[in-house]
C-alpha cells in the first residue's frame, strides 16, 4: 500500500486515498508511477479504459477484460463483467496500459 496523501490505499469509506476512488486522481497516480496513456486498441487484459459521457470531464474507470474481437470490461456499475465498450454511450475514452 502506498499510504501517502496521493498515493493508492484504502483503510476504510472514510479513510481512503483519492486515487482509490476518483477517475482523475486514478489516472494521474497511475501515469506518475505505474501506467502509460495508450491508444484503446493497444491496451491488454487487465488495463484500463476511462470514459468521459460528456466530452469534458472522465468519471467512469473500466478495467479490460478481453481484446478480440471487440474490447470487452469489467466494472462495478451494473456488476458488469465481460461487457463490450461499444454498449456504453460515451463521447471519449482514454486507454491506460499498466506497466507495473
Known sequence: MDYRPNGWFYTNLNNRAPA?????????WLNRLYGAEMPLKSLLVGDIIQLSFDGIKYSHSLLVTSQSPNIRVATHSDDSFDRPLETYNYLSA???HILG
Open 94 to 96: 482514454r486507454g491506460i
Open 20 to 28: 482509490f476512488s476518483g477517475v482523475e486522481p486514478l489516472f494521474m
